[in-house]
């Protein structure tokens, strides 16, 4: 008499909890590299997708799947700038990167860790960078490997990756400020800012920014702003009372950390609409970017 065997069991991957405990790593990268959580968010799914397509024994003979996985997205980021730059050139407007609040994810795996390369000014500059500099930077500059690692992931020769990650130092040296002390917290000229705007006092906001700063506003044309950047401190101080006289009774501030920084945002019937980012030097306010595309502002409307 012969018996039926049972179900063969599927043996789980040993490996699983390890290469999973990566995706926080990754979307840290990713996010760096595109500006947008929600396209690192796509490109890390795509790295996984591709690790599971592999056979059990192709990923058994990975000596290093935590390598293996960052050389993927990596590659899978370097694809995406190359062609956003095409994609953005019939953007409406100026393409801002997408900020981000602070510990508001609800999944841990998923949070950004936030510190001055996710600053808004400094993703700005990482913007004006060609892909290949943009993540021979970030690689080498701000997660350390080695040139080696990041010449088979570019494409380049090593040599080539250092000519790369210089050049993007000299961009970001170039966009800094120039060194000056205050006594005065960015997180206080931030407040100012937002009370001298609701009691439409000019006079205080021409003083709190900078004569030569910019307002650059993102819309994507899904919503209503400026298009063109505003130059000049007190023009930007003339825009915001024009814009009190005009929306501040429907509209509510609240103080946000945005990206690390010190924020703004704008909420219409509770729910948030605009979010301010701000680049302070000194006492003054250098940038102010305003994020209005509601595709960029997910992660804020839906904590």
């Known amino acids: 008499m012969t018996t039926r065997s049972e179900p063969e069991q599927v043996r789980p991957d040993p490996g699983l909890d ?20 929600a396209e690192a968010e796509d490109a890390v799914q795509e790295t996984y997708t591709r690790w599971y397509a592999m056979s059990r024994r192709q990923r058994d003979a990975i000596e290093s799947p935590g390598a293996w996985l960052t050389t993927v997205a990596s590659r899978i980021c370097l694809n ?39 600053s808004l000014a400094f993703l700005v500059v990482l913007e004006s960078m060609t892909p290949a500099e943009r993540v021979a930077f970030i690689l080498h500059d701000v997660f350390c490997h ?35 002390t205050s006594a005065v917290r ?10 001298a705007w609701e009691t439409k006092d000019i006079t205080a906001l021409i003083g709190l ?4 700063a910019t307002a650059t506003a993102d819309s ?23 814009l009190a006289d005009r929306r501040l009774d429907t509209m509510t501030l609240q103080e ?26 000194g006492n003054r306010i250098k940038h102010i970017w305003v994020i209005r595309n509601p595709d960029k502002l997910r992660p804020w409307t839906t904590i």
């Open 209 to 212: 920014l900078d004569p030569t």
């Open 146 to 180: 080695p040139f080696a690692e990041v010449a088979e992931i570019v494409g380049r020769t090593p040599a080539a990756c250092r000519q790369l990650a210089s050049s993007a130092r000299r961009r970001i040296r170039a966009a800094q400020p120039s060194a000056t």
């Open 80 to 118: 995406q700038l190359r062609s956003a730059r095409a994609r953005r050139e019939t953007y409406v407007g100026d393409w801002i990167p997408e900020p981000i609040p602070d510990g508001t994810v609800a999944d841990p795996a998923d949070q950004v860790t936030l510190d001055e390369s996710v």
């Open 220 to 242: 994507g044309g899904l919503a209503s702003t400026f298009l063109d950047p505003i130059e000049g401190g007190e023009q930007i101080a003339r825009v915001w009372a024009d």
């Open 186 to 195: 960015p997180d206080d000229v931030v407040r100012d800012f937002k009370r």
């Open 256 to 281: 946000r950390t945005v990206n690390g920084q010190p924020g703004l945002v704008a909420l219409e019937d509770g729910v948030i609409v605009t979010v301010f980012a701000f680049e302070v030097t």
């Open 18 to 37: 390890a290469i999973m405990s990566e995706r926080r790593h990754l979307i840290n990268l990713a996010y760096r590299l595109l500006g947008s959580l």
